[in-house]
Structures are given as C-alpha cells and as structure tokens.
C-alpha cells in the first residue's frame, strides 16, 4: 500500500514553463520533505514543511503543506534545464517514525 | 549529500555471492535508514537504525539481509547468496534524529 502518492508521474516542459507537482495522503503526517535526486546521484533535501498551511520559498520553488497536513504541493516557475529530476516527497508521523517517500514525479526541462 | 559516505559506488557480484555495502554517517549523526531503488522507481524502506540497535526492519526480506551499525565504525548492509533481483541502488541516509534525512551518494549492486 502505497502510504504517499505523488502526480503527476512523468512531466516534460518546455524551458521558461511553469510547473506544479503533487504529493498526496489519506494519513496526517507531522512533517513532509521534498527531495531532488539527479540520476546516479542520492536523493538531496529541498525543503521541510511541518505546520499545515505552510508555504516555504526557495528562489524558484514554492512548497506548500495542506492545512490538513495529509498533502503537499511543489511549484516551480519559470523552469530551467537544470531543474531536471526525480522529484520524491517523504513524510513522516513523529520525528521517532521511518520516513515513507512517495514514488516520485520525474521532470525533464527541454532547453 | 554533504558528508554522507558510501562504498564502493559499483559493486558487481555472481550470483550466490555476499554483498556488503557500507555508510559512514554524517558527523554527529547517529540514526542511519537504508533504502533500496530500482530504476525509475522511488526508494524503498529496508531497516532503520541506531547505534548499535535495529528500530525498524519492517523493510527487511526476512531471509538472506542483515544490517547492523556498530559502536565504532560505518554502518553495514550485508546481503548473503546474491541473487539478480538484488541489483538495484542502495542508499544510506542519516540523521540527528529529527524528520531530516541526508543520503549518501549510493551503491550500485549489479547481480552477474
């Protein structure tokens, strides 16, 4: 059972495009994370959202937590080549819980 | 990736061979997961652990892979008689304890 689901699975744009990734859940978690992983490469962390409403920027990317804390939403504008990746949500229920990832939106930019 | 280590970065083994797979975890960190990935798929939980204990190994096959991360020294993933559907990417991550988790750069089983 897949606890986290993430939409949509494959994304291709154009260079300059706008772009929004979805993370979603049945359960509450107590924080999500988002994740870029390049091919060849391990996952890196993006961002950490813990309280539901939360909107965190990072330069070009908008993260967003549902008020529910069961949903996330990753915006990206004005996307560049090097955005290109695998896009992998985690969420977990306590800070004492594995963490679940989600099976991830990959993004390919075009020039 | 910062700090995270793991060894080797390729690792090729015939079938019914061990494998052993290595994570030095960041500086200060104590809490060590390992994923498992196949291509174009998200990471898998194997086993999660703390200094020289296993809190959860619910994604542990029961047979064949045991993990352990002792007082001193890297973490370790050991997989016995290898078998080709053990190819994959194994990842380590590590953490202070927290939700953040910082992964390691991969070790890449090819199963001959």
């Known amino acids: 059972t897949q606890l986290l689901e993430q939409s949509p699975q494959f994304l291709s744009i154009q260079e300059g495009e706008n772009l929004t990734v979805y993370c979603n859940s049945s359960s509450v978690f107590s924080s999500l994370q988002w994740y870029r992983q390049e091919p060849g490469e391990g996952p890196v962390l993006l961002v950490t959202v813990v309280t539901g409403g939360e909107v965190k920027k990072l330069k070009r990317l908008t993260f967003q937590f549902g008020d529910a804390r069961k949903d996330s939403s990753l915006h990206i504008t004005a996307a560049q080549p090097g955005d290109t990746g695998l896009y992998l949500c985690?969420?977990?229920?306590?800070?004492?819980?594995?963490?679940?990832f989600g099976p991830g939106t990959s993004l390919s930019v075009i020039p | 990736n910062a700090g995270v280590m793991q060894n080797p970065r390729h690792l090729v083994r015939r079938r019914g061979q061990e494998a052993r797979l290595r994570c030095s975890p960041m500086k200060g960190h104590s809490h060590v997961y390992w994923y498992r990935q196949l291509p174009e798929e998200g990471l898998k939980f194997m086993v999660y652990?703390?200094?020289?204990?296993?809190?959860?190994e619910s994604g542990m096959p029961k047979e064949r892979f045991s993990a352990e991360f002792p007082k001193e020294g890297p973490s370790i993933l050991r997989i016995q008689q290898v078998v080709r559907g053990d190819s994959a990417a194994y990842f380590c991550?590590?953490?202070?304890?927290?939700?953040?988790?910082?992964f390691g750069p991969g070790t890449r089983l090819t199963v001959t």
């Open positions: 652990l703390q200094k020289e204990n296993i809190i959860d």
């Open positions: 985690a969420g977990a229920k306590t800070s004492y819980d594995k963490v679940i």
């Open positions: 991550a590590t953490s202070e304890g927290g939700y953040e988790q910082y």
